[in-house]
């Protein structure tokens, strides 16, 4: 088949251009003929909340990567519509996060299905976004509107999907592994990379920083007397997408000297592998969620996680089988993380973390958007 994602790719960073190069990879894996139209301006400056958006890798090999896609600009929309209308994709792929994109993303949409051929397939992260907006709702009605068909990659998505249409083809995919940030590593090789003491234990928090991931609870927990009599660290790392200082005050105030490790940069693609292998578990501590390619990140490297019982989560992270599913509370965060020490899960967890995220393949994720 003739497939088009629209959507980010490198020159971008993080997750969302990994996700659509990696699906644009296992197309091609497949047989099919694969293009990425990417933008030309995703973001404008002011509006985005970190410090570049632009990746520090290299570009990707053997993938089909075009730069085309004003997200502000209607007359571009236009006419980047009219030429994937041109091309007669069999399908074009929109993974959607953010009402923002709506306008452009849907009127493209609109355009290309002018052919009479092409299929639209939305990969939905999230149809509610976290932090709500004006006109959100609207943004998003406007954007379901053309789509021929939806892949959630988590239930509650596929719930808050009916508020804006009930009828149209729909389904349920985790979303996949995330296998394309290198090996694993031996744990001792990793923190040598990052200069840390192999005498520690250490605990990750990892992605950029929003409030409703949970930073705070976590901080909380850490302050644990029962964590703090322990020789473990927390490494935090990611770069602060909302207001940093309430974090460092809290981290002061609950007299966590020498004890978190701030890394407060975007961490490129090359380094990743570095921090998950050097950490016993993945803390996401959040307060909302749907998923999270952080989970898909530590099933790869074989990490035990701890997730909140919040959005879609819980669903692919079996409690007491891979890690642990919580309440979005700083005692049952402490207190399972204590549970994990004190009675050494750690070997348990690995071997079940092997056999699990066997069920997260890309080629589910292709049969999902071709309706298989």
């Known amino acids: 088949m003739k497939i088009i994602i629209l959507g980010t790719a490198y020159p971008y960073r ?22 990425i139209e990417t933008f030309t301006l995703q973001y404008p ?20 990567i075009c730069r085309s896609v004003s997200s502000v600009n209607p007359f571009n929309w236009l006419s980047v519509g ?11 792929i929109i993974k959607y996060w953010l009402p923002f994109m709506a306008p452009c993303f849907g009127t493209i949409a609109r355009m290309a299905k002018k052919n009479g051929h092409t299929r639209v397939v939305s990969i939905l992260d999230n149809i509610i976004p976290h932090e709500k907006r004006l006109a959100d709702k609207w943004f998003s009605q406007y954007f ?39 090996e694993r590593m031996d744990r001792d090789e990793a923190l040598r990379r990052l200069n840390l003491d192999r005498s520690c234990q250490y605990l990750l928090f990892f992605g950029f920083i929003r409030d409703y991931k949970g930073l705070d609870l976590l901080l909380n927990a850490f302050a644990d007397e029962r964590l703090a009599s322990k020789n473990v660290k927390l490494i ?7 207001n940093s200082q309430k974090y460092f005050d809290l981290y002061d105030s609950l007299a966590l000297k020498d004890r978190v490790i701030w890394c407060n940069d975007f961490i490129p693609d090359s ?21 999270s390619g952080v989970t898909q990140i530590a099933y790869h490297f074989e ?31 402490a207190d399972a993380l204590i549970d994990f020490y004190e009675n050494d899960r750690a070997a348990s967890f690995s071997d079940n973390l092997r056999t699990e995220k066997t069920k997260y393949a890309w080629s589910r994720m292709v049969e999902a958007v071709l309706g298989k």
């Open 14 to 35: 993080g997750g969302l251009s990994a996700f659509n190069e990696r699906l644009a990879k296992e197309f091609m894996d497949e047989g099919h003929e694969v293009k």
């Open 45 to 64: 400056s002011f509006i985005f909340p970190g410090k570049t958006q632009y990746s520090s890798e290299k570009a990707p090999e053997k993938l089909t």
């Open 82 to 92: 009219k030429k994937i209308a041109k091309d007669a994709p069999d399908v074009l």
């Open 144 to 182: 379901v509107k053309p789509v021929d068909s939806f892949v959630a990659m988590s239930r509650s998505v596929l719930e808050d999907l009916n508020i804006f249409d009930a009828k149209k083809p729909r389904t349920f995919c985790p979303h996949p592994l995330y296998d394309n940030f290198g």
């Open 236 to 242: 935090v790392a990611g770069e602060f997408y909302n």
């Open 271 to 291: 380094k990743v592998g570095e921090y998950f292998c050097a950490a016993d578990v993945i803390v996401q501590p959040y307060k909302s969620a749907t998923q």
């Open 303 to 333: 990490r035990p996680m701890l997730v909140t019982n919040v959005g879609g989560l819980s669903e692919i992270v079996p409690d007491g089988k891979v890690g642990y599913v919580v309440n979005p509370d700083a005692k049952a965060i």
